[in-house]
Nanobody
Framework: VQLVESGGGSVQAGGSLRLSCVSSEYVGNYHWMGWFRQVPGKEREGVATISQDGTPTYEDSVKGRFTISKDKAKNTIYLQMSSLNAEDTAMYYC???????????????????WGQGTQVTVS
């Protein structure tokens, strides 16, 4: 399994970015996919996940600002990020899991596959 992210970059506070993650496998094969982020010296934290049927869950600090979605035909998930602030600066990782999705699932320990990451910097 390969997950390849793109779309990161530098943006001013208040701006927007859209991250994409293409899977080498059909995304319907996973129970859920999602986005995590990590800054140096801190643990990787869940940002948003999306179930097989498209139900999302979000970490509290991004609710109302970030939207996760997927396109099964393109084997791709997205993270639309708006109203970005400095606290959103991190390496963002795409994730896929075969464990059952439940509302609120955002644990890195539940992830089976990771992408290589894409940097988001907000200044």
């Amino acid at each position: 399994v390969q997950l390849v992210e793109s779309g990161g970059g530098s943006v001013q506070a208040g701006g927007s970015l859209r991250l994409s993650c293409v899977s080498s496998e059909y995304v319907g094969n996973y129970h859920w996919m999602g986005w995590f982020r990590q800054v140096p010296g801190k643990e990787r934290e869940g940002v948003a996940t999306i179930s097989q049927d498209g139900t999302p869950t979000y970490e509290d600090s991004v609710k109302g600002r970030f939207t996760i979605s997927k396109d099964k035909a393109k084997n791709t998930i997205y993270l639309q990020m708006s109203s970005l602030n400095a606290e959103d600066t991190a390496m963002y990782y795409c994730a896929a899991a075969r464990v059952v999705w439940v509302p609120g699932i955002l644990r890195a320990a539940d992830v089976d596959y990771w992408g290589q990451g894409t940097q988001v910097t907000v200044s």
